[in-house]
């Protein structure tokens, strides 16, 4: 029997079946398209997660108050306000610390001339930029001598400034805060999502002195949102969070047996848990794929 006997029987089968034939060619392909798509979700996933890690900064540690939840992460809200600014410079102090960064943050509407904008506002130290790899667009960052003033002066992410200025340039330009005037000292470049998908382009920074006294108040007097910590190496991550553990614990007079009132987070731990999920995702739309070839190639052996 020659290849064209061979071809012709096919397609004669194939004629006589068509519902099922119709069938098994739709099965294979959403199987076919399922393995694209899951290939591709999870490796743009993954990529996602990567560029948000690289735009994070490295080495980082997010401390914030209240004990750890079982659901998960969280940046620290409601009444618990077990970290201070103070905590923060303690942990700076220690031989395996760069840099921290403390938060204190909350909602606020901004105005320039007719234009209104209602973003997050963040006040915080000049380390802070550090810590969390910014890089500035135009203009500058606030000054030590700003925080220990309050100074009015802001630091516009790269969603705010458009959206408040357009092919303006803010720099130099006066905005109002809650009503309160502020020089617009630089912008930062854009970073995009966050890994909780957090527009981190859309925020104002402002001093933390000034935001604690004239913004965002606080109803606990020194104390923060939650602080970005950067060990100096990747090497010194264990002992660094060790090291800080042991350090809030002593302030905080936390006695041996007793639970923690603070969460120590490894960025790692939560680009691992990110990643985790985009696997999970990966092998669900596997799952879809293999029912689906398989179901098509038991259809193409019977027909």
């Known amino acids: 029997m020659n290849f064209a006997t061979i071809m012709g029987e096919a397609l004669r089968a194939l004629r006589m079946n068509r519902l099922r034939t119709g069938l098994t060619m739709l099965g294979m392909i959403i199987g076919v398209a399922a393995v694209v798509l899951m290939l591709s979700i999870g490796q743009g996933a993954q990529t996602k997660i990567n560029q948000s890690i690289e735009t994070m900064g490295s080495n980082l540690f997010i401390i914030v108050p209240g004990a750890t939840s079982s659901g998960g992460f969280s940046f620290g809200s409601g009444s ?5 600014i103070n905590d923060s410079k303690a942990i700076a102090e220690l031989p395996v610390i760069n840099a921290t960064g403390p938060v204190i943050s909350g909602n606020a509407q901004l105005n320039f001339g007719a234009k209104n904008w209602s973003t997050m ?4 130290t000049v380390d802070y930029f550090t810590v969390g790899n910014w890089e500035i667009e135009d203009g500058t960052i606030f000054q030590e001598s700003d925080v220990r003033s309050a100074t009015r002066v802001a630091v516009l992410g790269a969603v705010t400034a458009n959206n408040l200025f357009g092919e303006v340039n803010p720099v130099g330009k006066s905005i109002r805060i809650t009503n309160r005037p502020f020089l617009v000292v630089g912008v930062l470049a854009a970073k995009g999502q966050s890994l909780s998908g957090r527009d ?6 402002i001093p933390i002195t ?38 809030l614990r002593q302030r905080h007079r936390i006695s041996d047996g007793m639970e923690n009132d603070f969460t120590v987070r490894n960025l ?29 190639g038991i259809g193409i052996m019977n027909i």
Do not use: C, H
């Open 80 to 84: 618990v306000r077990t970290l201070t």
């Open 121 to 124: 506002i963040t006040g915080t």
């Open 200 to 205: 981190q382009d859309d925020n104002v920074f």
């Open 210 to 247: 000034t935001s604690e006294r004239q913004i965002t108040g606080n109803q606990f007097p020194g104390s923060i949102r939650y602080m970005l910590v950067q060990a100096k190496s990747p090497d010194l991550m264990e002992e660094a969070e060790i090291e800080i553990t042991q350090l």
């Open 268 to 296: 790692t731990a939560i680009a691992d848990v990110a990643t985790g999920t985009a696997k999970i995702l990966s092998i669900v739309l596997g799952a879809i794929a293999s029912i689906s070839l398989l179901v098509g």
